[in-house]
């Protein structure tokens, strides 16, 4: 297991390495593949060597190479911080998960961490691009729809446990509807782009159970409503003042899918009904 969460650790360098290009482009409206990376101040590409996450920002002691512009420490922290997640996501997958019995668990399994890596990694860019420009782009919701079907139900057949598929298609559904609603009935509360990540972390938390389900579903208002709250106390927003949304829908389906069960027990015996 040390082995395989070590080798995601190094590949969440190179995927964060990435995002950082997709959080920057995206919403631009560019290409994610060409031209290659620049800097944005002189137009001088950036070599290979200078390219190594993290290692590179820290040789450079964080400036150009050709023009001594600054980058950004949201680069590095963007590939440290993706890593770190993809190694705590290997580990959850490889501990929580049950291997089926049979020549197909080990490949359930691997669908399985792909899956829940995907989600990590536009986790990190869709959170990033929301607090830049409040906006959830198609471009990576979208997408996300088949490749989440397609890795969890392929996980849930490979594992002989078709029921996740009810769970995943149950809970894409109500986060979907449940969202929509809040955008039609109170326009301006919620964006079509948080209806559409509804829909995409419904599908996994669905998948993971239902306590997964409703903790992922609340903790979103949860963690929301107090960053909101706390933004008020602190005179930093007001009243009708617009918050990206997303960060929080992304972080309470995190808390859902590794903290739910848990934490949907505690709640159930709390009043008497576990």
Request: hydrophobic share 60%; with cysteine; charged share 10%.
């Amino acid at each position: 297991m040390g082995v395989i969460v070590t080798l995601a650790v190094i590949y969440g360098l190179l995927i964060g390495s990435f995002l950082n290009v997709v959080i920057y482009r995206v919403p631009l409206g560019r290409s994610v593949v060409s031209p290659p990376s620049a800097c944005p101040q002189c137009g001088a590409g950036i070599l290979r060597r200078d390219n190594v996450p993290v290692v590179s920002w820290l040789l450079l002691r964080g400036r150009c190479r050709n023009c001594g512009a600054p980058i950004s420490p949201r680069y590095p922290l963007v590939e440290l911080g993706t890593a770190l997640f993809f190694g705590v996501v290997t580990w959850w997958v490889l501990v929580s998960l049950p291997v089926a019995s049979g020549p197909t668990g080990p490949f359930a399994v691997a669908a399985a961490l792909v899956a829940f890596l995907y989600l990590a990694a536009i986790s990190v860019a869709l959170a990033l691009i929301d607090i830049d420009t409040h906006r959830l782009p198609n471009r990576i919701l979208l997408p996300a729809y088949w490749i989440a079907a397609v890795l969890l139900a392929a996980a849930g057949l490979l594992a002989g446990e078709p029921e996740r598929l009810v769970g995943a298609l149950i809970g894409g559904a109500a986060l979907f509807a449940l969202y929509l609603t809040l955008a039609l009935v109170r326009r301006g509360a919620m964006g079509f782009g948080d209806v559409k990540l509804a829909g995409v972390l419904g599908l996994y938390l669905g998948w993971v159970g239902w306590g997964e389900l409703a903790v992922g579903a609340f903790g979103a208002f949860l963690l929301g409503g107090l960053f909101g709250v706390a933004l008020l106390l602190a005179k930093r927003a007001g009243r009708k003042s617009s918050i990206p949304f997303g960060p929080w829908m992304l972080a309470g389906a995190w808390i859902g899918i590794v903290f739910g069960a848990p934490l949907a027990e505690a709640y159930l015996a709390l009043y008497g009904l576990a």
